[in-house]
């Protein structure tokens, strides 16, 4: 199956909390990339709300619901109780666990699963009670013991912090190196009978080749390159165009 994309919404709600206004609309231009062929809505609310916020996962949810029942609503963030709290009252598809401080701009490293591994537990199980899958952000380092103890937490998935791979638009040897970096540890999950999905700093650019590298990668959630060549493409095509990136027929 083709990868799949999911459109994160944090950098939309950003720019409508620049004023105590209404627009740019997650609803709508949530609807707008679903109806493109989407497969899904991402948000990240953090403690701040300084993006999305608390009361914008209801209206998303019921967009989901009501009109693009085959898609799904993905929840990421640092699995505090508050967190936890609110991914029960969302019922997403999928929650997506990060390490992230409350005080990072963005998320920038996967967890360490020597360290967290109990507390994972905990809370893998926690979700996967409710019925929703869970996928832990992850660093792309070929590190094949951190995946056997991502595996032993119960998840369903790992996601590749793609970060550094993104960061090497004018590099394309550094760009290779990490790309393979990034491959081992997919290969590895797979292994272990983990799905792999991968987000952060992705474009129509760089997506091609990690699809190549990674033919089985089951998703990927793009926010702020997907926002960007929105403002000049609109959203619309701009799903449109990432779905191809992604091998998808259009």
Not at 25 to 41: M, T
Not at 96 to 120: I, K
């Amino acid at each position: 199956m083709p990868t799949t994309l999911s459109v994160n919404v944090n950098a939309i709600a950003m720019l409508r909390n620049r004023r105590d206004l209404p627009w740019p609309s997650l609803e709508n231009l949530g609807r707008i990339a679903l109806q493109a062929g989407a497969s899904g809505l991402t948000v990240h609310p953090r403690p701040d709300q300084r993006h999305v916020r608390f009361s914008d996962l209801p209206v998303l949810r019921a967009l989901i619901d009501d009109e693009f029942p085959q898609t799904e609503f993905n929840i990421e963030g640092y699995p505090s109780e508050d967190f936890l709290d609110l991914c029960e009252r969302s019922e997403p598809e999928q929650v997506t666990l990060v390490p992230d401080d409350p005080s990072q701009a963005t998320s920038d490293h996967g967890f360490d699963f020597r360290a967290d591994q109990e507390m994972l537990k905990r809370v893998v199980g926690r979700l996967k009670s409710k019925g929703m899958r869970v996928s832990l952000f992850a660093d792309g380092d070929g590190d094949t013991e951190a995946v056997q103890l991502a595996k032993s937490t119960g998840a369903d998935r790992i996601e590749l912090y793609t970060g550094p791979y993104g960061g090497c638009y004018d590099d394309p040897s550094l760009g290779a190196t990490i790309l393979e970096k990034l491959g081992q540890t997919a290969d590895a999950a797979f292994a272990e009978g983990l799905e792999v999905n991968a987000g952060h700093d992705l474009t129509v650019a760089n997506l091609p080749a990690l699809v190549k590298r990674i033919p089985k990668l089951a998703e990927v959630s793009i926010g702020h390159g997907l926002t960007a060549d929105a403002l000049e493409y609109g959203m619309a095509e701009t799903v449109r165009r990432f779905r191809r990136a992604c091998g998808q027929t259009i």
